[in-house]
C-alpha cells in the first residue's frame, strides 16, 4: 500500500485522466478501503480541489472546474508534449501569450526531470517549424533562460548584435521581456555601462547566466513596456487628417490604437494617424475598404493620387489581350446555351458590381455550374471581356438616314444620345480600353450602320470615319461626366443645386470683379441657367450641335469644290 502522501498524488492523477469514477473503481485502483477512499477525498478537497460525489448504487467521484487553477499532475508524456508546445508559443510570438508562455516555460524546464529534458531536446532538435517570412526568429532556450534570470536576479553575459552588424560584448541585469508584435526585448541594466538598455532578444548570441546574483533594481518609470516603447518608436514625420466614408466603428477595428477615429454621422468619421512612410500611408487608406479624402498632409494627397494612376494602369482592362483566335470564335461562332449564359452573367456582374467583380469562379457559383465548365467555355478573362463588349451591342442597332426618313444629322444626333444611354446602362464600358476592339459582329454592325448615315455625303473614307468618332466620343466623354456629378453627389453629400445655393452669396462677398471682369460678367449668368458651377448636360447638348455643326460646313465645303471643279472643266 501507498504512503497517504503518495496515494493522493495517484488519487488526484487518476480524477484528472477521466471525467467520472465510482467509488469502487478508486478504491481498487488505490488497494483502499471506500471508508479511506472518503478520507483522501475530503484532504483534497481541503487543499483546494473540487471533487464532486454522487450518492447512490451509481454513485461516484469527479474533478469539478473551480473558482481556481489548482496544482496539475502530468505524466511523462504530457510533460513532454507540454514543455515542446510552450517553447513553439514563446519562440513563434503567438499574440496574447507569448510573455506567459516563457514564464510556464520557466517553470516546468526547472523541475523537468533529466531524462524528460533529453526526450524534449531529441524532438526539439528534430523537428523544423515552417515559419512566414517577415519576423524574426528567437530561441526558446535563450528566453527560457533570461525569463529564469529576470526571476532569480542572477547576471548574463551574451553578444550583442547591433544593427549596423557590430558585435559587442554585453554584461547585465536582467529586468523583465516584453514582447512587441513579433519581436521580443530584454530590458536589463547594464552593468558596463552603468545604464538601462532595451536589447532585441533574436540579436543575442550565446547568452549564459553567470550565476552572480543582484540587488532588484527598478526600471525609470517603473513600466517595462513603456521602457521599450520609449525606446523603439520614432518621431513621425506626417500627421495625416482624412474623412472616411464609412461608420466610425467599422474605421475602429483598422486604426485600433494607432490613431483617432470622431464620427460625423452614421455614415462617415475624420480620422487622425501619423506615419514615417507615405507610402505605407496610402496603402494603408485603400486598405479601409472604403471612399474617403486626405485633408492633410500634402504630400500624402499626391502620394494617393500616384498610387491612384499607378493601380490604374495595373486595373485597367484592354480588349485584345486575350488568345485572339479564342476571342474571335467567341464572338462570330454559334455560342452553346451555356456559353450565352457565360457572357451574359458576366455583363450582369459587371453592370452591378463593376468590372473587377468578373471573375470565372464569380460567374461558376452565380451559374451553379463547376469553375472548369466556364473557363472551356470562354477561355480565360480577356477573352470574355471581348464577348461582352460586343454582346452589349447585339440589341441596341443604330439608327440610319433610311429609318422613318430622318436625314443624317438627326441620324448622327440619336448615334451620340444611344451611345450615352448604353454606357449609363453599362457605365463598366468607360473603364475598357479599345484601342484594340474586338472585331465581332455587333461591333462591325454597328460600326457599318454608323458610317452609312455619313455615306454619299461627300466625304472622303477617313472623314466619314472620323466623323463617327467623333461624335461617339464625345457621347462617352458625357457618359463619363455624368458618372463622375453622381459620384460627387455620392461622395460630398449634396447635389450641384444644393452646392450653388450655398456658395452663392459666398462668391459675392470674396469675388472681386475688377480683378476678373469677364469671368464677373458670364459667371452669375452661366450660374444662374445652371443652378451649379457647370452643366455637363449642357455642354454635351452644346458640343453636339457645334460638332454637327462642323460636319454640315466640311458637306458643304466639300460640295462647293466639287461644283467649283466641274465648273472649271
Not at 517595462?224 to 472616411?244: D, G, H, K, L
Not at 480588349?319 to 450565352?340: H, I, N
Not at 440619336?414 to 468607360?430: E, I, K, Q, S
Request: overall charge negative; hydrophobic content about 45%; aromatic content about 6%.
Amino acid at each position: 500500500m501507498l504512503d497517504p502522501t503518495s496515494r493522493m498524488l495517484r488519487l488526484l492523477s487518476l480524477l484528472q485522466t477521466y471525467r467520472y469514477w465510482s467509488g469502487s473503481e478508486l478504491a481498487e485502483r488505490l488497494e483502499v478501503t471506500e471508508r479511506t477512499l472518503r478520507r483522501d477525498i475530503d484532504r483534497l478537497r481541503a487543499l483546494g480541489y473540487p471533487v464532486h460525489a454522487t450518492r447512490g448504487v451509481a454513485g461516484g467521484y469527479r474533478l469539478d472546474a473551480g473558482g481556481k487553477l489548482p496544482p496539475l499532475l502530468f505524466d511523462d508524456a504530457e510533460a513532454v508534449a507540454l514543455v515542446v508546445g510552450l517553447r513553439i508559443s514563446a519562440g513563434a510570438a503567438i499574440d496574447g501569450i507569448e510573455e506567459t508562455s516563457v514564464r510556464a516555460l520557466a517553470k516546468l524546464e526547472h523541475v523537468l526531470p533529466a531524462r524528460l529534458r533529453h526526450r524534449v531536446n531529441a524532438l526539439q532538435s528534430a523537428t523544423v517549424p515552417l515559419r512566414y517570412a517577415g519576423g524574426p526568429t528567437v530561441d526558446p532556450q535563450t528566453l527560457t533562460l533570461l525569463a529564469g534570470a529576470c526571476r532569480d536576479h542572477e547576471r548574463v553575459r551574451f553578444g550583442y548584435v547591433a544593427k549596423d552588424g557590430t558585435t559587442t560584448a554585453r554584461h547585465v541585469e536582467p529586468y523583465r521581456l516584453v514582447s512587441a508584435g513579433r519581436r521580443w526585448y530584454l530590458v536589463a541594466f547594464d552593468v558596463d555601462r552603468g545604464d538601462w538598455r532595451t536589447f532585441r532578444v533574436d540579436r543575442l548570441e550565446r547568452a549564459w547566466s553567470t550565476g552572480a546574483r543582484f540587488p532588484a533594481r527598478e526600471v525609470p518609470g517603473g513600466d517595462a513596456a513603456e521602457f521599450v516603447r520609449a525606446a523603439i518608436e520614432r518621431p513621425q514625420r506626417y500627421e495625416a487628417v482624412v474623412t472616411a466614408h464609412a461608420p466610425a466603428g467599422e474605421i475602429q477595428q483598422w486604426v485600433r490604437g494607432d490613431g483617432t477615429v470622431e464620427p460625423l454621422d452614421d455614415r462617415t468619421c475624420r480620422v487622425r494617424f501619423t506615419g514615417d512612410s507615405l507610402e505605407w500611408m496610402a496603402v494603408w487608406l485603400g486598405a479601409w475598404g472604403c471612399d474617403f479624402e486626405v485633408h492633410a498632409p500634402p504630400e500624402l494627397v499626391d502620394q494617393v493620387q500616384q498610387l491612384h494612376e499607378r493601380f490604374g494602369r495595373a486595373a485597367a482592362t484592354y480588349t485584345g489581350r486575350g488568345d485572339l483566335a479564342r476571342s474571335m470564335a467567341l464572338v462570330w461562332q454559334p455560342r452553346s446555351p451555356l456559353t450565352e449564359r457565360i457572357v451574359r452573367g458576366a455583363i450582369e456582374i459587371a453592370d452591378a458590381d463593376g468590372l473587377p467583380a468578373v471573375g470565372l469562379r464569380r460567374i461558376a457559383d452565380r451559374l451553379g455550374v463547376d469553375v472548369g465548365e466556364v473557363q472551356d467555355a470562354v477561355g480565360g478573362t480577356a477573352e470574355l471581356i471581348d464577348a461582352m463588349v460586343d454582346t452589349v451591342l447585339a440589341d441596341e442597332p443604330p439608327p440610319s438616314p433610311s429609318e422613318q426618313g430622318r436625314d443624317w444629322r438627326t441620324a448622327l444626333d440619336l448615334v451620340a444620345r444611344a451611345t450615352v444611354a448604353r454606357h449609363l446602362r453599362h457605365p463598366w464600358l468607360l473603364h475598357v480600353v479599345t484601342a484594340h476592339p474586338p472585331l465581332g459582329p455587333h461591333v462591325m454592325a454597328t460600326w457599318e450602320a454608323q458610317l452609312a448615315i455619313v455615306d454619299g455625303l461627300g466625304l472622303s473614307e477617313v472623314e466619314m470615319d472620323s466623323v463617327v468618332s467623333v461624335v461617339v466620343g464625345h457621347a462617352e466623354a458625357h457618359a463619363r461626366a455624368m458618372m463622375l456629378a453622381e459620384h460627387a453627389t455620392a461622395r460630398t453629400g449634396s447635389s450641384d443645386t444644393e452646392w450653388w445655393t450655398a456658395m452663392e452669396p459666398l462668391i459675392e462677398n470674396a469675388f472681386d470683379p475688377a480683378r476678373y471682369p469677364v469671368a464677373a460678367r458670364v459667371g452669375p449668368v452661366a450660374g444662374a441657367t445652371y443652378q451649379a458651377a457647370s452643366s455637363p448636360q449642357h455642354a454635351f447638348e452644346f458640343g453636339l450641335q457645334r460638332i454637327l455643326d462642323g460636319v454640315q460646313a466640311l458637306v458643304a465645303a466639300n460640295r462647293a469644290g466639287h461644283d467649283g471643279q466641274g465648273a472649271d472643266s
